[in-house]
C-alpha cells in the first residue's frame, strides 16, 4: 500500500465537524505554569502523566519504563514514522528518536510552553507542531501512533452522550486515515470506571475536559481497529500521585516564590484528590494498544 496520503485536500481530509475537545486556552492554562515548577514536582524529564512502576522503581525508572511500553505496543521501535499525539515537553519524542532509533517524529501540542521546551532540545528528525490533531494533514502516514494523556481533552463537559462517543470516533477516524496497513495505536487514559460527577477542583483544574467512561474508546474503534491490549494500571497512577505530591513538598517553598502560595496549595489539593480517585476505583488508568484492521 503506498504510504502517501496524496489527496490532503480531498477524501482523506477530516469531516468539518463541530469542535468537541478542550480549547488551547483551556490547555494553556494549566499547562502553561513553567518548567520550572513542573520539573519540582514531575522530574527532569517533565513527564505529566502515569508512570509504570515494577518493584522498587523510583519515579523516573518508572517513567521511562513507560515510555518504553508505549513504544513497544504501537510497534514502533525501528519504524520510519511515528506520530504523538498530545506530546507534552516530549520526552516521548526523545525516547523514539534516541533509544528506539526513529528516523522522523512528529509530535503534537496546544501548549506554546510545551512545544518551545521540546524546540530548545532538538533533535534530528524531531519535530514539534502547535496544532490540534482534527487539523493535521500530513502527506505521508505513520507506522505508529503514541497517545499519552491526551485523550481526556477530546470532549468537553456535559456533551450529549451520543456526540461525545462521535468525538472519540473522530480521533480512530483519523488514527484510521494517518495509519499505513496494519499499524497500531498506544493509548494512554483516564477514565471513569462508571459515570461519576467530578469533584469542583478538578473541573476547576481542567474546566474544557470530560474522561471518558471505560468502555468508550473501544467503541470508537469498533470497525477500524481491532483492540489487542488491555490494561487498568490505576493502582500505578495512585503512586505516581504521591510521588509527585511528595516531590512538591520537598521544594514547597521554592514552588511558592515560582507560582505563589494559593496555586501550590490548590495544585496540592488536585493530585491529593485525584489520588483519593485511583485509590478507590471511582477512575481507571487505561492502557490500550489497537491494530487498524486491514
Known amino acids: 500500500m503506498n504510504d502517501e496520503i496524496t489527496d490532503v485536500a480531498g477524501d482523506?481530509?477530516?469531516?468539518?465537524?463541530?469542535?468537541?475537545?478542550?480549547?488551547?486556552?483551556a490547555i494553556i492554562s494549566h499547562y502553561d505554569k513553567g518548567e520550572d515548577f513542573f520539573k519540582l514536582v514531575l522530574g527532569p524529564e517533565l513527564i505529566y502523566s502515569c508512570a509504570l512502576f515494577e518493584s522498587d522503581d523510583d519515579l523516573a525508572e518508572a517513567q521511562r519504563r513507560k515510555l518504553d511500553y508505549h513504544i513497544e505496543a504501537a510497534n514502533a521501535a525501528n519504524a520510519k514514522r511515528v506520530l504523538d499525539v498530545g506530546c507534552g515537553w516530549g520526552a516521548m519524542l526523545r525516547r523514539l528518536v534516541d533509544h528506539a532509533e526513529v528516523p522522523h517524529v512528529v509530535g503534537l501540542t496546544l501548549s506554546p510552553s510545551q512545544a518551545n521546551w521540546i524546540r530548545r532540545q532538538p533533535r534530528p528528525g524531531l519535530e514539534v507542531v502547535e496544532q490540534d490533531w482534527r487539523d493535521h494533514q500530513p502527506t505521508q502516514r505513520y507506522d505508529a501512533i503514541i497517545s499519552v494523556g491526551a485523550f481526556e481533552h477530546f470532549v468537553q463537559?456535559?456533551?450529549?452522550?451520543?456526540?461525545?462517543?462521535?468525538?472519540?470516533?473522530?480521533?480512530?477516524?483519523?488514527?484510521?486515515r494517518m495509519l499505513v496497513a496494519e499499524?497500531?495505536?498506544?493509548?494512554?487514559?483516564i477514565a471513569f470506571s462508571e459515570p461519576h460527577e467530578g469533584h469542583p477542583l478538578l473541573e476547576k483544574t481542567f474546566p474544557d475536559s470530560d474522561l471518558p467512561l471505560i468502555w468508550e474508546p473501544i467503541a470508537a474503534a469498533e470497525g477500524k481497529f481491532v483492540l489487542t491490549t488491555l490494561r487498568n494500571d490505576r493502582d500505578h497512577y495512585y503512586r505516581t500521585l504521591r510521588a509527585w505530591e511528595q516531590n512538591l513538598m520537598a521544594h514547597y517553598a521554592e514552588a511558592i516564590e515560582l507560582v505563589g502560595e494559593s496555586t501550590v496549595a490548590d495544585f496540592r489539593r488536585y493530585l491529593r484528590i485525584s489520588a483519593t480517585g485511583f485509590r478507590m476505583g471511582i477512575v481507571s488508568l487505561l492502557r490500550m494498544s489497537f491494530q487498524k484492521r486491514m
Not at 482523506?12 to 486556552?25: C, V
Not at 499499524?183 to 487514559?189: E, H, V
Open 183 to 189: 499499524g497500531k495505536i498506544s493509548l494512554q487514559t
Open 157 to 176: 463537559k456535559g456533551l450529549d452522550p451520543v456526540k461525545k462517543l462521535d468525538a472519540y470516533r473522530e480521533f480512530f477516524d483519523f488514527c484510521d
Open 12 to 25: 482523506s481530509k477530516a469531516p468539518d465537524l463541530e469542535r468537541t475537545g478542550a480549547s488551547p486556552e
